[in-house]
T-cell receptor, first 119, second 114 residues
Framework: AQSVAQPEDQVNVAEGNPLTVKCTYS??????LFWYVQYPNRGLQFLLK??????LVKGSYGFEAEFNKSQTSFHLKKPSALVSDSALYFC?????????????????FGKGTKLSVIP | ETGVTQTPRHLVMGMTNKKSLKCEQH?????MYWYKQSAKKPLELMFV???????ENNSVPSRFSPECPNSSHLFLHLHTLQPEDSALYLC?????????????FGPGTRLLVL
């Protein structure tokens, strides 16, 4: 079965500094990887995904993620953190196809990493 | 968050009450999902509907009863819940594409069971 690990419960970074939120995964077959962000009292917002192609994926709000197959990692990065980036970040991996039709791929989420950007 | 809406946003209910959560997606998707988000735990997939047919039920207690009357609407009917059912309930939708499915989430319903 597929799994996702986010080794850090919390990451603190100063505003203007680069940030990294770590994610490692385990899945059979080709990995399809996702990052979501959750602001307080809100649902999850899609940031970016890796399907195939370039190992560096660019997403919303200036975020990017680097896929590393040998290390089975998909770390989220941003060159310069903003206070407004403070939120809960979730990494997810798509599992294998379970049945035909829509909804046939299911996501397995990590426990989340709380990012705090300090002014 | 106008793509997927959920009502109510907050709900307090007693263990003997019956209530329903509503989800509506405006994205033209053909799959919808219910998730449970509890503190300190990963998101738990509860139900999946594909083209209005339930295709997944992840061992969810029968006090949770989903309903999908059409491809845009999803309900979660609740009855005789337990305090441990207090959580954020998230609805999501997706559309099959050649690059795989991205799930889009609603804002959630914060449920408190007393």
């Amino acid at each position: 079965a597929q799994s996702v690990a986010q080794p850090e419960d919390q990451v603190n970074v100063a505003e203007g500094n680069p940030l990294t939120v770590k994610c490692t995964y385990s899945v059979s077959g080709n990995p399809y990887l996702f990052w979501y962000v959750q602001y307080p009292n809100r649902g999850l917002q899609f940031l970016l995904k890796y399907i195939t192609g370039d190992n560096l994926v660019k997403g919303s709000y200036g975020f990017e993620a680097e896929f590393n197959k040998s290390q089975t990692s998909f770390h989220l990065k941003k060159p310069s953190a903003l206070v407004s980036d403070s939120a809960l970040y979730f990494c997810a991996v798509r599992g294998p196809k379970r049945y035909s039709g829509a909804g046939s791929y299911q996501l397995t989420f990590g426990k989340g990493t709380k990012l705090s950007v300090i002014p | 968050e106008t793509g997927v809406t959920q009502t109510p946003r907050h709900l307090v209910m007693g263990m003997t009450n019956k209530k329903s959560l509503k989800c509506e997606q405006h994205l033209g998707h053909n799959a919808m999902y219910w998730y449970k988000q509890s503190a300190k735990k990963p998101l738990e997939l509860m139900f999946v509907y594909s083209l209005e047919e339930r295709v997944e039920n992840n061992s969810v207690p029968s006090r949770f009863s989903p309903e999908c009357p059409n491809s845009s609407h999803l309900f979660l009917h609740l009855h005789t819940l337990q305090p441990e059912d207090s959580a954020l309930y998230l609805c999501a939708s997706s559309q099959v594409t050649g690059e795989g499915e991205t799930q889009y989430f609603g804002p959630g319903t914060r449920l408190l069971v007393l």
